[in-house]
């Protein structure tokens, strides 16, 4: 393999000969330039790898420098600098900076950003990667290629053809609500409305005006009558998310819609009719909740007409190669990056694991790791950090922890538990948490933790 090309530019001599003494012993090419207009000129005759440039120099401005350089299409560019200025960091990467290195460099650090511009743009050195194709992009897609998913694939083309209630079984972040679009869309009644609402955000009085609307009046702030769900629909499709969550009062007045088509508004007379089609999705077992008495029994069944059982992420890990490239497709759309690959072992560590937040769970960590990444390649080292870590999910009931513990005693336990987990390395730790490592010595000396492990025997 051929030796990699790196251009130091940078007005401190000493450290230009130190930088360039460490990287010739790590097998590189090295050419070094002491002004902005001589490591401008080598960038054309030397056509370096990677650019490590100092902000300061003689004759020009670092991020003149940069700007120039990224204008002609260079992307592994390091920036180092004595001067810790929080707007310089900023500008650096919204020009399209690599990685920013203060001084006096960590030749540590420096050699593993160098090794990770060089696998952003080269992945192929540490393995096989995915490529992302830049069109094909379709909102609402469905992705799998598996043979659970080539069976919803038909029981969804068998339902859109007719108007029969269905229930989509399957766990959070499954697609629930995508299946239900997909039936409606493909069906004759195609042009009508698609209304979707879920049962488990909006309680009691509300939630009826919202399904069946309400008369003015009908209760406290009702200024004005509205109409519901149900009759905003038309002929289109309700779609109600979380079923199992609709209070048990409430149930007998959807159980008679859908054997009689009709109902009151909130605080009404006047029967309406609705040809609105009925497509319910639940993550929760309705059958042994209609055992238990919280869910009415004839409900179940005339929601049970149709079932589509979506099969959770972990038992059809060969859709993720498929999943990962159409998300990161629509991140490319969504938040204008422009990431053409994943890293082979960034693909491994997604396939390995298995998924408890299932597809949205995957989008949710590929985002984040698509903001974090600055060239066109996601990194494995941008993925693992990530799995198991509980990312904001605005999708996500909160959990609500024992009256008897305190607030100090679940940051404790919790930082505990991480620190078991990655085997008390603080580095990792630190990346969990989303702390600094100050932070993290200050808690664990708050809490009384040890932090070497031989305290801990």
């Known amino acids: ?123 192929g050195r540490s393995g096989s990667v995915l490529s992302i194709e830049t069109t094909g992009y379709s909102e609402g897609q469905i992705i799998g290629k598996s043979k659970p998913m080539k069976e919803i694939f038909k029981t969804i083309g068998v339902l859109s053809e007719n108007r029969v209630t269905v229930l989509i079984e399957g766990e959070t972040g499954t697609g629930k609500e995508l299946i239900a679009w997909a039936i409606h869309h493909n069906s004759p009644c195609k ?16 939630l009826e005006s919202e399904l069946f609307g309400h008369e003015k009046g009908a209760f406290t702030g009702a200024s004005s009558s509205k109409k519901g769900k149900f009759e905003l629909a038309g002929a289109g499709t309700i779609f109600l998310d979380e079923i199992g969550e609709i209070p048990f009062e409430l149930q007998s007045k959807l159980l008679r819609f859908l054997q009689e088509k009709e109902f009151e508004r909130l605080g009404g007379e ?77 693909l491994q560590r997604l396939t390995e694991y298995d ?27 941008l993925i693992t950090p990530l799995l198991g870590k509980k990312l904001p999910n605005h999708h996500a009931p909160l959990h609500i922890p024992d009256k008897e513990q305190s607030l100090d005693d679940i940051e404790k336990s919790y930082i505990i538990g991480v620190l078991n987990r990655t085997h008390w390395h603080l580095g990792k730790t630190c990346e969990i948490l989303g702390i600094s490592r100050p932070t993290l010595r200050h808690k664990l000396k708050e809490y009384s933790i040890p932090n070497d492990l031989s305290e801990t025997a």
């Open 355 to 381: 998924w408890p937040g299932n597809v949205r769970e995957l989008e949710n960590i590929l985002t984040h790791a698509a903001i974090n990444t600055t060239g066109e390649v996601i990194l494995e080292d």
């Open 191 to 206: 042009d009508n409305p698609f209304r979707a609402i879920s049962c488990s955000t909006i309680v009691g009085t509300l």
């Open 270 to 346: 006047r029967t309406i009719k609705s040809m609105a089609r009925v497509i319910a999705a639940t993550n929760r077992d309705l059958w042994k909740m209609a055992e238990e008495g919280t869910f009415r029994e004839d409900l179940y069944y005339r929601l049970n007409v149709a079932a589509i059982k979506i099969p959770p992420l972990r038992e059809r890990k060969s859709d993720i190669p498929l999943l990962v490239e159409y998300i990161l497709r629509k991140i490319n759309r969504e938040l204008g990056k422009n990431i053409k690959k994943i890293e082979g072992e960034a």
């Open 1 to 123: 393999m051929k030796s990699k090309r790196i251009l130091i530019i940078d007005d401190e001599r000493s450290l230009l000969e130190s930088l360039e003494m460490f990287l010739t012993e790590k097998a590189y090419k090295v050419s070094c330039a002491t002004t902005a207009a001589e490591g401008l000129l080598q960038n054309t005759t030397f056509d370096p790898h990677v650019i490590i440039l100092d902000v300061r120099l003689p004759d020009m401005n670092g991020l003149d420098v940069l700007r120039e350089l990224t204008n002609q299409g260079k992307k592994n560019i390091i920036i180092i600098t004595a001067f810790h200025d929080m707007d310089i960091t900023i500008k650096t990467v919204k020009l399209g900076a690599f990685d920013y290195i203060p001084k006096p460099i960590d030749v540590d650090e420096l050699e593993k950003a160098i090794n990770k511009a060089l696998k952003s743009t080269d992945p």
